[in-house]
């Protein structure tokens, strides 16, 4: 869990950690799974369904369906547009319970018009742009800079939430 609250930018390196990541967590799910079916407890079965829970909320499924990571994460997205993004060019710090909801567990914002903008970065480039998703219930954040990438042809999700640089 940790290295999801504390996620650092492996960039290139991502190529081999995410399958690599996943793969563990599904073979860990199925080990699990296994000797509970083997041990037929109730309190087995308690401690698959927690730990699948777990990897459903916080693991970085947003590769897969980005609608669909955000569906699951909406509330804790919604509690997290609160948050003072301040003047850094990457933002402050979330609290740490929401850290897991971006890159860095970071939120910024815009400037000029778009400064109503929150940012929550999903994936950045090195050595510049970015992709995630944005709050911005006035209207489109369409040439919002993502860290050196303008937002280009945002999907909405509803309720001021679009996301822009994701699949």
Request: overall charge positive.
């Amino acid at each position: 869990m940790t290295y999801w609250f504390l996620r650092p930018n492996l960039w290139v390196l991502d190529l081999i950690v995410i399958p690599l990541v996943w793969l563990v967590s599904l073979a860990g799910i199925a080990l699990l799974g296994s000797s509970t079916i083997r041990a037929r407890s109730a309190a087995g079965a308690v401690v698959v369904a927690l730990v699948v829970a777990i990897t459903v909320v916080v693991g970085s499924w947003w590769q897969v369906s980005s609608r669909g990571w955000f569906a699951v994460n909406r509330l804790m997205f919604e509690k997290a547009a609160t948050v003072d993004p301040g003047t850094d060019y990457y933002g402050n710090r979330l609290p740490l319970p929401l850290r897991y909801l971006s890159v860095g567990g970071r939120v910024s914002s815009g400037v000029g018009p778009l400064r109503d903008t929150r940012f929550f970065p999903q994936w950045v480039g090195v050595p510049d742009d970015a992709g995630g998703y944005l709050y911005r219930p006035s209207g489109s954040p369409e040439g919002f800079d993502m860290y050196g990438q303008l937002c280009e042809d945002p999907a909405s999700l509803g309720g001021g939430w679009w996301t822009c640089g994701l699949k």
